[in-house]
């Protein structure tokens, strides 16, 4: 489409807002998280919490000069998973809620509310996508995704919805008979939710989580799982380079190789730190392509993770979910380095397909092939056995209709701040969402708190319009799955031949044909 040269310097000036924007928003979010901590001195509230987040919570209180322990909000999960009693739980529940709203997690910065912010964002966007002929910036996002269009992802997610939200219903149901049986009442509450959960999935499936994590050392689930894998699927060895400069010291750049041919640099920045933005990702530095005088250029990336580092002098240890993070993030790396195309706009791929490779090596850890390589007990240096790998292969289906249930709302707010018509104001924000995660709710609160002002994915990152792809590309994924298991069981042998398939019809392909041609060449 010709633009005029006033159209066009329009369009770049809402581009330069949308960037100020962007810095605010992610300034805010991590600024107003990190305000918050709770001092703790009665030890028997940290009950259900494990050593290891004990001794960490204790070294934070000492580098203060203080006596007990330090909560912050990077304890969130583990907190909410572990911690027996509800008056902990709770104000952690809470905290997380007003990150970057009104004033706040610990109530005293007003200045770090992110909801003008989140407002400009929407506005800009729904702005350019009428200059540029959209009805909405959903219409506008989508045109090139799998989707195509807002009334088929609605139509996606309706669908998800009925066949979804009777199966959650139950499962929460179950839950709250479960929580009765212990001799309390039924009720649950939002911040009681996950602790209930790792409780009855315990119980359930007899199993020790705490226990799992002496399996899965930061190291081994690295180097000898995520890596090794990439070495028996595609012959790719990673060698560290030290001699390379870096941002900052916990990043560890290594050179990605294939028969001593380098083929890319993965930069991993594995842990929790002050200042450091939140959550899990791969950023590329630089794409493959095809430089100007005809030699490859190699790709360039950043691996982000947030894992809690461990005391001094104790092994990283991961959660079941931790270790699914780490292979999920190194399968978009994977995707990375085996792109074969041309041009660096290639690399590129539609929204709700970009999800796709990060499903193969999450949807196989757990395999007992690939656990095999890596699960061994830190302390003992046993492997892990088969009737513990059968139990961790039924976490993965504990819960799922909950989850997904879960990842629908966020879907929801999402396409609602992108379709509407009619904003609110910064007074009607959280009515908007409340709105939005009307259908999906199961447990009512009347606490206040947003999800919006720390919803990066959907306002500084790639997902606006878009969070629906995560349920989207796990639908794919599942289909992708299926080809690597023969006859109901996985081999290494049998997923070497497939992971060539793989690589070859999808990950070295970027945006060279439409997304859904390249899954049905594979």
């Known amino acids: 489409m010709n633009q005029s040269p006033e159209v066009i310097a329009e369009l770049a000036e809402i581009d330069d807002q949308l960037g100020q924007?962007?810095?605010?928003?992610?300034?805010?979010?991590?600024?107003?998280?990190?305000?918050?901590?709770?001092?703790?001195?009665?030890?028997?509230?940290?009950?259900?919490?494990?050593?290891?987040f004990l001794e960490r919570a204790r070294q934070r209180a000492e580098e203060q000069a203080q006596k007990g322990w330090i909560i912050t909000l990077d304890d969130y999960v583990d907190v909410l998973n572990n911690a027996d009693n509800s008056a902990l739980r709770?104000?952690?529940?809470?905290?997380?809620?007003?990150?970057?709203?009104?004033?706040?997690?610990?109530?005293?910065?007003?200045?770090?509310?992110?909801?003008?912010?989140?407002?400009?964002?929407?506005?800009?966007?729904?702005?350019?996508?009428?200059?540029?002929?959209?009805?909405?910036?959903?219409?506008?996002?989508?045109?090139?995704?799998?989707?195509k269009t807002p009334e088929r992802v609605s139509?996606?997610?309706?669908?998800?919805?009925?066949?979804?939200?009777?199966?959650?219903?139950?499962?929460?149901?179950?839950?709250?008979?479960?929580?009765?049986?212990?001799?309390?009442?039924?009720?649950?509450?939002?911040?009681?939710?996950w602790y209930w959960e790792t409780r009855h999935k315990e119980h359930t499936l007899n199993l020790d989580l705490e226990e799992v994590r002496q399996y899965f050392s930061f190291e081994k689930v690295l180097k000898d799982g995520v890596m090794k894998?990439?070495?028996?699927?595609?012959?790719?060895?990673f060698v560290e380079r030290k001699d390379l400069p870096t941002y900052h010291e916990d990043v560890v750049p290594y050179e990605a190789q294939i028969n001593g041919k380098t083929i890319g640099f993965v930069y991993l920045?594995?842990?929790?730190?002050?200042?450091?933005?939140?959550?899990?990702?791969?950023?590329?530095?630089?794409?493959?392509?095809?430089?100007?005088?005809?030699?490859?250029?190699?790709?360039?990336?950043?691996?982000?993770?947030?894992?809690?580092?461990?005391?001094?002098?104790?092994?990283?240890?991961?959660?079941?979910?931790?270790?699914?993070?780490?292979?999920?993030?190194?399968?978009?790396a994977y995707h990375g380095l085996l792109s074969r195309v041309e041009y660096q706009a290639q690399n590129g791929v539609a929204r709700d397909f970009v999800e796709v490779p990060s499903q193969v090596p999450e949807n196989l850890v757990y395999e007992r092939p690939i656990l095999e390589l890596f699960a061994y007990h830190h302390q003992t240096g046993e492997v892990i056995s088969p009737a513990l790998i059968a139990q961790i292969k039924a976490v993965k289906d504990y819960g799922a209709a909950r989850f997904e249930l879960g990842q629908m709302s966020l879907a929801d707010v999402d396409m609602k701040w992108y379709t509407s018509v009619n904003l609110p104001d910064i007074n009607g924000v959280f009515d908007f969402e409340s709105e939005a995660l009307s259908r999906t709710r199961l447990i009512f609160s009347n606490e206040d708190g947003l999800i919006s002002t720390n919803?990066?994915?959907?306002?500084?990152?790639?997902?606006?319009?878009?969070?629906?792809?995560?349920?989207?590309?796990?639908?794919?994924?599942?289909?992708?799955?299926?080809?690597?298991?023969?006859?109901?069981?996985?081999?290494?042998?049998?997923?070497?031949?497939?992971?060539?398939?793989?690589?070859?019809?999808?990950?070295?392909?970027?945006?060279?044909?439409?997304?859904?041609?390249?899954?049905k060449n594979f």
């Not at 490859?296 to 931790?322: D, F, R, T, W």
């Open 269 to 332: 920045d594995p842990f929790a730190r002050k200042g450091k933005r939140s959550g899990a990702w791969v950023a590329p530095l630089r794409s493959h392509h095809i430089g100007e005088y005809g030699q490859e250029v190699v790709p360039v990336m950043i691996l982000v993770l947030n894992i809690a580092e461990a005391p001094e002098g104790q092994p990283n240890l991961l959660s079941i979910g931790e270790t699914t993070t780490v292979f999920d993030e190194m399968g978009h």
């Open 155 to 193: 139509q996606f997610l309706d669908d998800f919805c009925v066949q979804i939200k009777p199966a959650a219903q139950r499962e929460l149901s179950e839950l709250k008979a479960f929580k009765k049986a212990q001799g309390g009442s039924s009720e649950i509450q939002p911040w009681d939710l």
């Open 455 to 519: 919803f990066g994915h959907i306002f500084t990152g790639g997902y606006h319009a878009g969070y629906y792809g995560y349920q989207w590309a796990r639908v794919i994924g599942a289909d992708l799955y299926a080809a690597f298991i023969e006859d109901g069981e996985f081999s290494l042998e049998q997923a070497r031949e497939v992971a060539g398939r793989f690589r070859d019809h999808i990950l070295s392909q970027g945006d060279r044909a439409e997304a859904l041609d390249l899954f």
């Open 90 to 147: 709770k104000p952690i529940w809470q905290a997380r809620r007003k990150v970057a709203y009104k004033n706040g997690p610990d109530g005293q910065h007003p200045e770090y509310d992110n909801r003008q912010t989140v407002l400009q964002i929407v506005k800009l966007r729904q702005k350019r996508a009428k200059i540029l002929g959209f009805k909405n910036h959903a219409e506008y996002a989508l045109q090139d995704k799998m989707a």
């Open 21 to 52: 924007h962007f810095n605010r928003y992610l300034e805010n979010a991590t600024k107003s998280k990190e305000t918050y901590q709770l001092h703790v001195v009665d030890e028997r509230l940290l009950q259900g919490l494990s050593e290891r």
């Open 229 to 237: 894998q990439g070495k028996l699927f595609w012959d790719i060895d």
